[in-house]
């Protein structure tokens, strides 16, 4: 009989890892923990746990992904976000255990329109997605086996996200302005989940070798307005609210203190042609996590 491989995952209370732990179950024997029992700032804490733990996989969802507050906390993004999975990569070489990782497209500096492919050269904006590039960076480095998902736009129907935000704005406020400059694609943190698991069972099932980056979002394409407009046409609302009017700005109208790139489409090619998956078109993923 096959012993179940023991899964460490962190980030457990997260909006990814909380549908992680649901999916990675199925798998083997899930060891989650949260931010209170794994502080990946505390380097010695994450090496010490991962060897303690032993596991044959590590599943990585958890980072510092407040873009904006990362600009003024370098220091704890570099932590989180590069030093921690460094460490995780190293642990994982030594177990010869395999690290499955969550990037972003805010590797890439947003220029012309063309969905950004793998092996494009990353240029990030801001301190979060030089964080999230430097733990790239160093998982690659570590010579472990390795899968990097990068993803864009993740929501979901816990957490702090983008859908929950416009959903109470859309009570409270008369009147929103919403960036329609930035094109992405809206990423449902279940199909996140759900599509690492799958991949984890091709992996097990047989002699696999080809580690590295993949991209993995929903598919099509829009702007954080016309995300924001799928949003107010699926939410229901009683007679004694009338929701927002939504009105396209420029992102020159809303200064952030990080700058945001202006295109985040990514090329899912590798992952159809790696693993024949490809996440459902976001309309159809944010519908479906409306009505759950």
Not at 207 to 232: C, K, L, P
Not at 262 to 288: E, I, K, M, P, T
Request: glycine share 6%; net charge negative; charged share 20%.
């Amino acid at each position: 009989m096959t012993t179940a491989p023991r899964i460490l995952l962190t980030g457990a209370r997260g909006q990814v890892g909380w549908e992680l732990r649901r999916t990675l179950a199925s798998l083997g024997e899930v060891v989650a923990l949260d931010s209170r029992t794994l502080n990946l700032a505390d380097a010695d804490a994450v090496r010490r746990t991962v060897r303690e733990i032993a596991p044959a996989i590590i599943v990585n969802p958890a980072a510092h992904t407040a873009v904006d507050k990362a600009e003024s906390e370098q220091d704890l993004a570099h932590a989180v976000n590069a030093i921690a999975p460094g460490i995780l990569a190293e642990e994982a070489a030594r177990l010869d255990a395999l690290l499955v990782h969550y990037s972003t497209d805010y590797v890439f500096n947003g220029s012309g329109a063309t969905a950004w492919r793998e092996d494009d050269a990353c240029d990030p904006l801001n301190v979060y997605g030089a964080s999230k590039l430097a733990g790239e960076r160093a998982i690659a480095a570590s010579g472990c086996r390795h899968l990097i998902f990068r993803t864009s736009w993740v929501y979901g129907a816990r957490g702090s996200n983008f859908l929950l935000t416009m959903r109470r704005l859309m009570r409270e406020r008369p009147e929103l302005k919403i960036v329609s400059d930035q094109i992405g694609a809206p990423t449902w943190c279940r199909d996140l989940a759900e599509a690492t698991a799958l991949i984890l069972s091709q992996v097990s099932a047989c002699g696999f070798d080809r580690w590295g980056v993949y991209h993995m979002s929903n598919g099509g394409e829009t702007s954080w307005h016309g995300f924001a407009e799928a949003i107010q046409a699926l939410d229901e609302f009683d007679e004694t609210c009338a929701p927002a009017r939504l009105l396209p700005i420029p992102s020159s109208d809303y200064p952030t203190p990080a700058r945001r790139p202006l295109n985040s489409r990514l090329n899912n090619d590798r992952l159809a042609q790696v693993f024949g998956l490809r996440l459902q078109d976001w309309r159809a993923a944010l519908a479906l996590c409306m009505a759950n």
